[in-house]
Structure formats: structure tokens, C-alpha cells
């Protein structure tokens, strides 16, 4: 069975981190290229960085500021965000990039607020 678990989000003033963690189980994790994505009230779900095997890519909204990471052991994709803005306010989520998408999973929000 197919599942991503995403997980560290949470509340943060202007200018904080967190670091967001996403394991995988159902595929041979290694395999897949990964993003993350993002989805905020009323808009479209974004990409805003991807993983494949060592070339990182990033949303201009977010480049210089966030770190995509993967840990293929443990089956796990991380997203390091840091200088957060309140734009960066919205549900994140991971999953495969570049092919076709698994199964979404619930995300985990991260809001930017003093």
C-alpha cells in the first residue's frame, strides 16, 4: 500500500524554520524523483522544490531559503525551510516528481504569522 506521511509543520514567527519530513512506504523510494508541493487557501498546489538523485531545483518564491533533502534508507524526503514569510503560509505536501503522482496525502500545515 502506497502512503506519504508528511509531518513538522507548525506555527512560526517571520524569519523562523522548520523542517519538514516525509516517509514513504509502498515504492522502492529510491527510485522516484520528489517534490514538494504547497497549497494555500483559494490557490492552485504549487511545486516549490524537487529532488532527483542529487540535482535540486526550487521555486524562485522560495530559492535561497528552503533545502530539499532525501535520506533513501529511511525512505524519507525532507523540505528545510528557513527565512519563512507569511506567503509560505499553506498546506505542504510531498510526493513523485516528473511522473505520475501517488495517492495524496494529508500534508502538514505551516503557518507564517507574528
Known amino acids: 500500500q502506497v502512503q506519504l506521511v508528511e509531518s513538522g509543520g507548525g506555527l512560526v514567527q517571520p524569519g523562523g524554520s522548520l523542517r519538514l519530513s516525509c516517509v514513504v512506504s509502498?515504492?522502492?523510494?529510491?527510485?522516484?524523483?520528489m517534490g514538494w508541493y504547497r497549497q494555500a487557501p483559494g490557490q492552485q498546489r504549487e511545486l516549490v522544490a524537487r529532488i532527483i538523485g542529487g540535482d535540486t531545483a526550487y521555486a524562485d518564491s522560495v530559492k535561497g531559503r528552503f533545502t530539499i533533502s532525501r535520506d533513501n534508507p529511511k525512505n524519507t524526503v525532507y523540505l528545510q525551510m528557513n527565512s519563512l514569510k507569511p506567503e509560505d503560509t499553506a498546506v505542504y505536501y510531498c510526493?513523485?516528481?516528473?511522473?505520475?503522482?501517488?495517492?495524496w496525502g494529508q500534508g502538514t500545515q505551516v503557518t507564517v504569522s507574528s
Open positions: 510526493n513523485t516528481y516528473a511522473v505520475s503522482r501517488l495517492d
Open positions: 509502498g515504492i522502492i523510494f529510491s527510485n522516484y524523483p
